[in-house]
DNA sequence: AACTGTGAAGCTGTTCACAGCG
DNA sequence: CGCTGTGAACAGCTTCACAGTT
């Protein structure tokens, strides 16, 4: 089982890695990952020991064994499916941003209450509609996906959560700056915006960073 | 200077504070601050000791107190000023996010290339309407703002974030899955969602977290 | 010479454990 | 009693430093 931070990092290293591999690239060295994950080039040989990948003093690491590598560690060999509940804005640009995914990743379906949205075809969803959240527990269940993405007002995340805990997802990506809490076997990642940004703010203020 | 984390949460328990305020709470103990933090109560004890803020044994910490003295350690005395380029799903969902902000923060003005959007009046952003990145210099100055947020796709994300920093500010909240560079007085925080999204698929797998 | 692989050291943030108090 | 405040112990991650490799 691999530490969430370098499961993060992982995942970085790859997208980098396949935009180096489109551009033609070959080989990598650990201080090149170490730039784009904002680590040193010691961190980054550290994980690829994590996962089992070695590279060669004078070529670096090879791209292609890395990212299979990668994949390896990360993927569901069989491919994973993820539900979205929300088709605001948000779920929407989320669409967008997940369907680039040429991961072993997918959204399957897509949920919202709004009766205006229903039936509605969603770009990014593999040409599905947007269903009812009744349907929920049905669509989960047939699809066999085992991961929810929360993108509903604050108000309605908790239920929303309760419906994926009992329709047996295993995690939940929750974008409402809310907490919610399930069954502590589901794994709950927070997306929380308005930190971010007050985070911003602060060190945005008077801190000065030290230069070396 | 306040440490990374601790603001980060220090942000989770005001809005938590603010939503027990309006139900009516006047008190709060570091355990239920430590609930909704994913923390431990003694952590939430060591941030209030961070900020200075103290409680009573018997009643624990006075919210309204405690409000202010997070206020007091995050917020900018008087007030501050975000600009947020790229007006897309992701962008509009931001606004909305952001303008139930009752902070001293706000979002000052929105940029888009898209000759469609200029003009356009942005929901959130106090009415006022959408400009052509070439005015992003002028408006940054005029308005004082010392935030930018990109929300605009991975291609365009390091063109804008150079446009940021010349024109002064200070810290960039950046949604680009992709590493920008600048000036490292400039403090970046990403929100990678795609790195989320997998982080989330692989610890919803067959990992057993542990119950006590 | 420049990089990888890794034991060991170092840090930073977290938790323990207990004194003090209302 | 149950909670706060805090020195001290702890844990996990990060970095150092250097031997090994080509």
Redesign the pocket.
Known sequence: MI????VG?LSQYRRFLMRLKAAGNTH?????L?EISG???????????TIG?????????EIDVLVDRIGQSLDAPSGQKAVLVGAGNLGKALLHFFSEGRTKLSIAAVFDNDPAKQGQSMYGCDGCICHHIDKLEAVVKESGADVGIITVPSSAAQEVADCLSSAGVKGILNFAPITITVDSNIYVEDIDMTMSLEKVAYFARGQVVESV
């Open positions: 530490p969430e931070r370098v990092r990598v060295y650990s201080h090149n170490a680590g040193t080039a010691a961190q980054v040989r550290r994980d690829m020991m990948a070695t590279g060669s003093p004078t070529k670096g690491y």
